[in-house]
Structure formats: structure tokens, C-alpha cells
């Protein structure tokens, strides 16, 4: 296996688009990186980079090292995993599996012996001479996989490759990509636009907008503390709420963040583990709020007033929306989503106050979006 | 259209794209519509009946307005034009042209289709726009420049000057067929194939010709159909008697040669030309219908 590496990727297409727009990306050996991002990103193209599918505009890719930029997908000896699986209609899956390996002139008695190998490695035995149209999605998919890993590459690269697959199926392959992956101690780039797969999934989580790595982080940390708006907004199911406040201090000297007219004290952790916070003293800023960060307590209790607007039992728990006035940018109102126990009293209507939890919010920059500290190393 | 269909019928089904409406209405319009198309039918069919029926007529019973089938049928007009006549030669030659100049011209044009659809290079469109731009010229304008060509090549009566010259006229039309099919391949197919370290010769070979089977059919026949009823080529390119064809001899069988017209003759000779196209139709197009079938499911 080997290390890979984006460094300055950029990809322009006639006409303007910016695909990419100078990726910085490195990847261990043996690392199972996730790149997730909405569609349009820019994900794809960056996998498409490693591949030798896309050639870049600026920038380098390296493998173990050494700029592959100029070398033909084939000379990079990574796999690739596609959405639609890609297998080849008109040949059997025993043909698909070894249809790289025949491509590299690998003797037949070694081809066969890695067939075996992976066949039962992924339970396809008894499929080797059916077609890929007598398939089922999964076994399709494990196919794919198959066809990956029986060349015994440099490096896999997996685009959205669960995305085809019902919701039940696809808990159960992303577990067992983890686990192959870990088995084989393969290096991975592994693409999605599923926030929940990419958390599960990866030791290290790219998040990518608009051509850009916003954050490359454990999934922890990209809970915890995100590096700016957009990252809170896109990681957590359901993501942070995002509020205006205005930073202040208490009688005591102490931090406090002004919410809908509500001033509520950010106690001493918070400019313990946030510095520049005493910096930002009588601005505005940004204030992410978790679907933790908050407690309901009944209306007129204390807290920034609100109303329920939405209450979603989701079976073991309840997401509820409450709309608070005057929170959002401009004195507009705006919403917090939270999550909570079933039995949560909330009913859509209802008037409530919402106790914000302050170890667990964030604060960003309203100009940039960038939080106002970056988190110390996680 | 009425819906729903019926409500009395318990289960409720999703609407039918062509749901005729019950009752002696619905009943009306399917007697109309069969109408239609059996007049239709009827319309198409007419001249094949009346050829077939004039060709097992004597020529001295032939009073050219016949509908009714003759009550004493002959094959003698079969047996004169396929044996005195040479028309078992010529068939043989009509043969060799159509299958081998739709063979290099399906060949040809699956390399050129595919070279268009996977390979980037300058000037591809404008390439692409002169070969199919090339399918409006008609052979007539080019029969003298060819036939001069093929002089100075010393090729004219020898057998790859019509042939080549058919599958020259037929490539375009190939390239264009198979272009439109190949263009509508999953790209990812190829891709998967280039990480996979194969060949583009190898993707050509074992990705892009089983998936484009049903094209590959549809072309070769259509080529082969349209060369077996080519008369100019090979009536300038194939002037030795020994390699007449089917319609060059269906040509000379007309009144200009003996002054009257052998009617029933005449008929004979194109049942038999027209015989193995509706044959080679029968059976290639249950092949492309099953070729489609399978190569729907990508």
C-alpha cells in the first residue's frame, strides 16, 4: 500500500467552472480517508485526480511520493470503485474479477488462485458464472469491490460507492468496508455526500465545499469544534443551528453572548478554551449551536423565549425545532433544532425557553464564518 | 379515456398507457383501428402478392391482370431464370458483394465509432460532421471518379473493386449508426477498464463490441441489404458476365432485350432476389430485438 497525496490541486474547465480550487490533501498508508461534501463539491474530481481520470490544471498528485501527474490511470496501480459499480455487462463475474489482472498479462493459475481467494473473501462463490444483470445490488456491489481488491493495488478509491444500495444494506457494507479495509491494511480515499456514513466511516473526515478542504479532522473534532459555518452546518444529524449574538461582558467581567435580548453568561471555560472570544468583546458573531446545546425548560422559565414549531419523534428520540425571535442575522428569528428523549413535553405551538449549554457552542467570525478560535490539535 | 376502467372490477391497477374505454364504443375503436392497419397491410402487400402469383404463371396465360392465383401453376419461369438465365451465378455474386461489403463497412465503422466516442483529439467534431456529412452524396455523383480510379488500379471486373467501393459508400452511414450507440455507453464502463489497466484495444474488443451486439446487427443488415439492391455499382464496376449480379440481371431482363416482356419471367427472377432479404429480415431481427434486450441492462 502506499501514501497519497493532493497538494495545490486545481481543475478549471473551459468555460470558467472550478472543479477544484487548489486542494491540499494528505493521505497515510493504510489510512481510510473520507472526503464528504454536498454535490458539486468538487469530491468526485479530486478522487478523479488520484485516478488519472481527470487531469489536473495546477497542482501535483503523488503516490508514495512520487508525482504521478503526467502517468495514465493503468501506471498508477490504484482501483477504483465507481457509484454505478461499473461492472462489465457481457462478462461473468469470475470475467469482471479478473479482468484486470488479464489486462496486466497475470499468468492464469495465479489470476484463478486470486479469484478463489477473493470470491470467498466476499462470499461470491456461488455468483462466479452468473452475469451482472442477475445480480442484486449488494452483490453488485460486492462485486465491485471484488474487482478492487483482487489486483492488489497501491491505493483504493471508492466513489459514493453505497449510494445505490436500500438503507438496511448499506449500514451493514459500510461496517464491512471498515472492517475489510482495516484487514487489508489498505489505503483508502473513500468519497461521500452522507455526512452519517462519513463520521462512521473514516479515521480522518475531509469536508469539502465549493472546490475547497474546509476541514480535514477525526470525526470528533469535526463535531466539536468545526472550523467554520459550513462545517457545522453540514456535520451532525441534524447539524448545528446557527444564531446571531453579540459579545459582551457580565457586571462580573465575565463573557456573555446577547441572543434575542437574552444574555446568556458563557462562564470561565469558555474563554479558557477560546482566547480570541475576549478579543471579539461588543461585536457580533455567529453562535453554533449543537443539536446537544441546548435544554428545554417550560415557557417564562429562564432562557431565551421561544416557540415549538416542529416536534419529530424519530422512535428512541425527538428532534425539536424551536423558533426564537429575534436570534437570526438582523433581528430576524431564527431556528434551533435539538435533540431529545421521547418523552420530551413539546408541542408544536408551545411557548418554551431554551437554556443554551455554553461548553457547547461554537462561535465564528459573521464576516468569514470562520470559528473564532481553530480548535488547538485534537 | 375513462378511469377509472372499471369500478366494479375490486382491485384498483395504475393506469394503462393504452386503455381502450369498455363497451361497444371501446369494441368500435378496436374494429377501426385493425381496419386501419389491415388496409394498411393489405396496401403494402398487394404488389408481392400480384409478383408472386404472375411468376408461376405460363407467359402465354399472363394477361397481366390477374388477382386470382392461375389454376395450373408452373415453376418453369423459376427453373429458366435460376438455370438458363444464370441467376444461381448471379445470386452468388449478389451474395459475395452485399455480405462482404457490409462486413468491412460494420467493421470500419465499429474501430471509427469507437475511435470518435472514447479517444480526445483536435478536430474531432469537425471529423465526425465531414463523415456524416459525406452520407448526402449520392453514388452517382462519384460513380465516374470511382470507376476511373478503380481503371487505374487495374481492379474493374476483378471482385474487391464493387466491394470495396459499396463498403467505401456504406461507411459513413455505419460510422453514424454505431456512433449514436456507442456515444450512449456508460463512460464509467471505459473508465473502470483504464484504472484496470486495459488497453484501448482491449476496452474496444471485450467492453465496446458485446454491448454494442444489437448495433453491430442492425448495421451489418441494413449495409447488406442496401448493397444486395445496389444496381450502379456493380453494374460499372462488375461488367464481366460472369460477375453479374441479381439486380444487374434483373436489369437486362427487362423489354429492352427481347423486344416483348416476359411478364412472369420478370417476377420470378425478383422473387427470387427479394427472397433472402425478407429471410435474412425474419431472422436478423428477432437477433436485434434479443441483442437489445440484453444490452439494455448496463
Known amino acids: 500500500m502506499a501514501s497519497l497525496a493532493l497538494i495545490g490541486a486545481r481543475k478549471a474547465y473551459p468555460g470558467g467552472a472550478e472543479a477544484l480550487r487548489g486542494v491540499d490533501l494528505a493521505v497515510a498508508d493504510g489510512e481510510l480517508m473520507v472526503l464528504v461534501g454536498p454535490s458539486g463539491c468538487g469530491k468526485t474530481t479530486a478522487l478523479r485526480a488520484i485516478a488519472g481520470l481527470e487531469r489536473l490544471t495546477d497542482g501535483t498528485?503523488?503516490?508514495?511520493?512520487?508525482?504521478?501527474?503526467?502517468?495514465?490511470?493503468?501506471?498508477?496501480?490504484?482501483?477504483?470503485?465507481?457509484?454505478?459499480?461499473?461492472?462489465?455487462?457481457?462478462?461473468?463475474?469470475?470475467?469482471?474479477?479478473?479482468?484486470?489482472?488479464?489486462?496486466?498479462?497475470?499468468?492464469?493459475?495465479?489470476?484463478?488462485?486470486?479469484?478463489?481467494?477473493?470470491?470467498?473473501?466476499?462470499?461470491?462463490?456461488?455468483?462466479?458464472?452468473?452475469?451482472?444483470?442477475?445480480?442484486?445490488?449488494?452483490?453488485?456491489?460486492?462485486?465491485?469491490?471484488?474487482?478492487?481488491?483482487?489486483?492488489?493495488?497501491?491505493?483504493?478509491?471508492?466513489?459514493?460507492?453505497?449510494?445505490?444500495?436500500?438503507?438496511?444494506?448499506?449500514?451493514?457494507?459500510?461496517?464491512?468496508?471498515?472492517?475489510?479495509?482495516?484487514?487489508?491494511?489498505?489505503?483508502?480515499?473513500?468519497?461521500?455526500?452522507?455526512?452519517?456514513?462519513?463520521?462512521?466511516?473514516?479515521?480522518?473526515?475531509?469536508?469539502?465545499?465549493?472546490?475547497?478542504?474546509?476541514?480535514?479532522?477525526?470525526?470528533?473534532?469535526?463535531?466539536?469544534?468545526?472550523?467554520?459555518?459550513?462545517?457545522?452546518?453540514?456535520?451532525?444529524?441534524?447539524?448545528?443551528?446557527?444564531?446571531?449574538?453579540?459579545?459582551?461582558?457580565?457586571?462580573?467581567?465575565?463573557?456573555?453572548?446577547?441572543?434575542?435580548?437574552?444574555?446568556?453568561?458563557?462562564?470561565a471555560g469558555a474563554e479558557a478554551a477560546r482566547p480570541a472570544l475576549r478579543a471579539a468583546v461588543g461585536g457580533e458573531l455567529v453562535v453554533g449551536v449543537p443539536a446537544d446545546g441546548f435544554a428545554l425548560a417550560p415557557g417564562g422559565a429562564a432562557g431565551i423565549p421561544g416557540t415549538v414549531a416542529l416536534a419529530e419523534l424519530l422512535g428512541a428520540e425527538t428532534l425539536v425545532h424551536v423558533e426564537l425571535a429575534g436570534a437570526g442575522e438582523g433581528g430576524a428569528a431564527a431556528t434551533v433544532v435539538g435533540r431529545f428523549g421521547r418523552g420530551v413535553a413539546a408541542v408544536p405551538g408551545d411557548p418554551v425557553a431554551v437554556a443554551l449549554v455554553p461548553d457547547r457552542l461554537d462561535y465564528f467570525d459573521p464576516e468569514t464564518g470562520l470559528a473564532l478560535d481553530r480548535p488547538a490539535v485534537a | 379515456m375513462s378511469w377509472p376502467p372499471d369500478s366494479a372490477g375490486g382491485t384498483p391497477e395504475p393506469p394503462a398507457p393504452r386503455r381502450r374505454p369498455h363497451g361497444w364504443r371501446g369494441a368500435l375503436g378496436a374494429v377501426a383501428d385493425h381496419g386501419f392497419l389491415i388496409a394498411l397491410a393489405a396496401v403494402c402487400l398487394l404488389p408481392l402478392y400480384v409478383m408472386l402469383i404472375a411468376s408461376f404463371e405460363r407467359a402465354a396465360d399472363f394477361d397481366g391482370a390477374a388477382l386470382l392465383p392461375t389454376l395450373s401453376p408452373t415453376f418453369e419461369n423459376y427453373r429458366t431464370v435460376w438455370t438458363e438465365l444464370g441467376f444461381d451465378r448471379m445470386f452468388v455474386n449478389s451474395a459475395v458483394l452485399s455480405l462482404s461489403a457490409a462486413a468491412i463497412a460494420t467493421a470500419l465503422a465499429a474501430g471509427a465509432a469507437f475511435g470518435f466516442t472514447r479517444l480526445r483529439f483536435a478536430?474531432?467534431?469537425?471529423?465526425?460532421?465531414?463523415?456524416?456529412?459525406?452520407?448526402?452524396?449520392?453514388?452517382?455523383?462519384?460513380?465516374?471518379?470511382?470507376?476511373?480510379?478503380?481503371?487505374?488500379?487495374?481492379?474493374?471486373?476483378?471482385?474487391?473493386?464493387?466491394?470495396?467501393?459499396?463498403?467505401?459508400?456504406?461507411?459513413?452511414?455505419?460510422?453514424?449508426?454505431?456512433?449514436?450507440?456507442?456515444?450512449?455507453?456508460?463512460?464509467?464502463?471505459?473508465?473502470?477498464?483504464?484504472?484496470?489497466?486495459?488497453?484501448?484495444?482491449?476496452?474496444?474488443?471485450?467492453?465496446?463490441?458485446?454491448?454494442?451486439?444489437?448495433?453491430?446487427?442492425?448495421?451489418?443488415?441494413?449495409?447488406?441489404?442496401?448493397?444486395?439492391?445496389?444496381?450502379?455499382?456493380?453494374?460499372?464496376?462488375?461488367?464481366?458476365?460472369?460477375?453479374?449480379?441479381?439486380?444487374?440481371?434483373?436489369?437486362?431482363?427487362?423489354?429492352?432485350?427481347?423486344?416483348?416482356?416476359?411478364?412472369?419471367?420478370?417476377?420470378?427472377?425478383?422473387?427470387?432476389?427479394?427472397?433472402?432479404l425478407a429471410v435474412a429480415f425474419a431472422v436478423a431481427r428477432r437477433a436485434v430485438v434479443r441483442g437489445l434486450v440484453e444490452g439494455g441492462e448496463r
Not at chain 1, 97 to 117: M, N, P
Not at chain 2, 162 to 172: K, Q, S, T
Not at chain 2, 244 to 251: E, I, Q
Open chain 1, 61 to 267: 498528485v503523488e503516490i508514495d511520493g512520487e508525482d504521478v501527474g503526467a502517468l495514465e490511470p493503468a501506471a498508477r496501480d490504484v482501483a477504483m470503485v465507481f457509484q454505478s459499480y461499473a461492472l462489465y455487462p457481457s462478462m461473468t463475474v469470475a470475467r469482471n474479477l479478473s479482468f484486470g489482472l488479464r489486462a496486466r498479462g497475470v499468468a492464469r493459475a495465479e489470476r484463478d488462485r486470486r479469484v478463489r481467494e477473493i470470491a470467498r473473501l466476499l462470499e461470491l462463490e456461488e455468483l462466479l458464472d452468473r452475469r451482472p444483470r442477475q445480480l442484486s445490488g449488494g452483490q453488485r456491489q460486492r462485486v465491485a469491490m471484488g474487482r478492487a481488491i483482487v489486483r492488489e493495488p497501491r491505493a483504493f478509491l471508492m466513489d459514493e460507492p453505497l449510494s445505490n444500495l436500500d438503507a438496511r444494506l448499506r449500514v451493514q457494507m459500510r461496517g464491512e468496508i471498515v472492517r475489510l479495509q482495516a484487514r487489508l491494511g489498505a489505503t483508502m480515499v473513500y468519497v461521500t455526500h452522507d455526512q452519517v456514513e462519513a463520521l462512521t466511516m473514516g479515521r480522518r473526515v475531509a469536508v469539502m465545499d465549493a472546490g475547497r478542504i474546509r476541514q480535514c479532522d477525526t470525526p470528533a473534532a469535526l463535531y466539536e469544534r468545526p472550523a467554520d459555518t459550513f462545517v457545522a452546518r453540514f456535520i451532525g444529524s441534524p447539524p448545528a443551528s446557527l444564531l446571531r449574538g453579540r459579545l459582551g461582558e457580565g457586571r462580573d467581567g465575565e463573557l456573555e453572548c446577547v441572543i434575542g435580548g437574552v444574555a446568556v453568561a458563557l462562564g
Open chain 2, 123 to 276: 478536430g474531432r467534431g469537425l471529423l465526425l460532421a465531414g463523415v456524416v456529412a459525406t452520407m448526402a452524396i449520392p453514388a452517382i455523383v462519384v460513380i465516374v471518379p470511382l470507376s476511373v480510379l478503380m481503371t487505374d488500379l487495374g481492379l474493374v471486373d476483378r471482385l474487391p473493386s464493387a466491394i470495396l467501393a459499396e463498403a467505401g459508400l456504406l461507411l459513413p452511414f455505419a460510422i453514424f449508426l454505431l456512433h449514436t450507440y456507442m456515444r450512449e455507453l456508460p463512460s464509467e464502463l471505459f473508465e473502470a477498464a483504464e484504472v484496470d489497466g486495459a488497453s484501448r484495444w482491449r476496452q474496444f474488443r471485450e467492453i465496446a463490441l458485446p454491448l454494442a451486439r444489437p448495433a453491430l446487427a442492425t448495421t451489418f443488415l441494413v449495409s447488406a441489404i442496401y448493397a444486395w439492391n445496389d444496381l450502379l455499382i456493380p453494374l460499372v464496376l462488375w461488367q464481366a458476365e460472369q460477375l453479374t449480379t441479381l439486380m444487374v440481371g434483373l436489369a437486362l431482363l427487362g423489354p429492352s432485350r427481347a423486344g416483348t416482356q416476359n411478364v412472369p419471367l420478370l417476377m420470378a427472377g425478383v422473387t427470387i432476389s427479394i427472397l433472402p
